[in-house]
């Protein structure tokens, strides 16, 4: 089976396709750092557009013959959000971008399609724009099925829901995965192996100082390299680092004294998820924006370093994010878990 890929990102979605043995031969990406991570990890045999996707004119370059095609991806999910409750609504423009994504479904007639979302989009004008993606697919004469799926149970070691719509040009009620993970993967199992580092740590390649310990660690590293990429971190003022060191694990800004949080009008305004603490033997909780949620490593008194948050995505290490930590860290927060895409593309291919 091909795939094409729109809204691709960094390329979450088509790693796990990949792995799952489909052949990702067109990407669409506007960002120009994103597409560079892309084809930095992945060849796409008719290339990636790296525009805005209203720019795109589809072709039928694509050698189908018996095989079928999928196309997939998430359009811009930031409107959606709950955390942006001003932009969840119908006269925000990007939150009208899947009707690109419906465009290129259309043009290509495509055996299968995977459209992905945050759950907000369920909330989101009490659920319009689902309606109405439901409506234009099922008018093209797509059997449609959905589902609200929590990266967890995928062996993902994030507590991550991602809603996803996944349609059948033949009539066909795709099953959706059931969980491939009955025990959760905890950060400790996740992060545990990687090599300590200080605040502010700028070498993108590090050698690993330790063996795997877990057969989770194990599995993000590849038996040709001996370390790992972009295990990098974003340098905080020591006044931040101060604040770190009062925070226990799954503990937050709360946990911080008045005196250390002078530069908050009102600290009790301060949002739960902001200085939070990772837990050792936990799930961690989502990777989204983490350096502005200040997100702390679980014994050690900074930030995530991309790596450690793309070990949490079920990114494996010789995956290499480009562009300033900043995008990179933007990159791996967007993207949805390869572990995640992967087990729905393996459902697909068999049905």
Known sequence: MIGIDLFSGAGGMSHGASVAG????????????AASTYLANHIPKHGLFNDDIRKFQPTNNFERNNKGLV???GPPCQGFSTSNQRTRTSTNENNWLFEEFVRIVEFHRSDWFV??????????????????IVERFEGLGYTVSMK?????EYGVPQKRSRFFIVGSLHGTSFKFP????????????AIGDLPVLDNGAQTCYRPY???AKSIYANSMRNSLIKGCHNHLVTRNSEQIIE????IPQGGNWENIPDDLMGNYADKSRCHTGIYRRLVENKPSVVIGNYRKNMLIHPTQDRGLSVREAARLQSFPDDFIFKGSIGFQQQQVGNAVPPLLAESIFKEIIVQ
């Open 22 to 33: 489909i052949d990702v031969q067109h990407v669409i990406e506007a960002d120009k750092a």
């Open 148 to 152: 609200l799926m929590n990266a967890i």
């Open 243 to 246: 604040r770190y060191k009062h």
């Open 209 to 211: 100082d330790s063996v």
């Open 178 to 189: 059931k969980p491939t993970s009955l025990v959760a993967v905890t950060t400790a199992e």
């Open 71 to 73: 196309i997939f991806g």
């Open 115 to 132: 459209f992905e979302n945050v759950k907000g989009i369920l909330e989101t004008e009490k659920g319009h724009f689902v309606e109405k």
